[in-house]
């Protein structure tokens, strides 16, 4: 079992940064695939970013891409989605999710085992 605890969401004036953090117990982190999703009100749960488990493959959704960065911390047991050049748009919920033994990327909701509660970010105009 994994626990997940998501930090760092709040609010923002557009164009400006933040970065959540997303903190996992257990001893096994590095066999865990990791993802930020998003949700906005009246609207479905979407991929945001998401890193394998060794790290050395990442992806991100093209709405971000340029903008937000996923990384790993092993020592840490901690993931982050840096989050830059922000927009209005961005405004949602975003969760951290992990998969055990997730070698490869997975971008949709049922590929993840483990999720956190969420933390909202909000960018003003």
């Known amino acids: 079992q994994v626990q997940l605890v998501e930090s760092g969401g709040g609010l923002v004036q557009a164009g400006g940064s933040l970065r959540l953090s997303c903190a996992a117990s257990g001893r096994t982190f590095g066999a865990y695939a990791m993802a930020w999703f998003r949700q906005a009100p009246g609207e479905e749960r979407d991929i945001v970013c998401a890193?394998?488990?060794?790290?050395?493959?990442?992806y991100c959704a093209d709405s971000v891409k340029g903008r937000f960065t996923i990384s790993r911390v092993y020592t840490k047991n901690t993931v982050y989605l840096q989050m830059d050049s922000l927009k209005p748009e961005d405004t949602a919920v975003y969760y951290c999710a992990a998969r055990r033994l997730g070698i490869n990327i997975g971008t949709t909701e049922r590929y993840y085992d483990y999720w956190g509660q969420g933390t909202q970010v909000t960018v003003s105009s």
């Open positions: 890193v394998n488990g060794s790290g050395d493959s990442t």
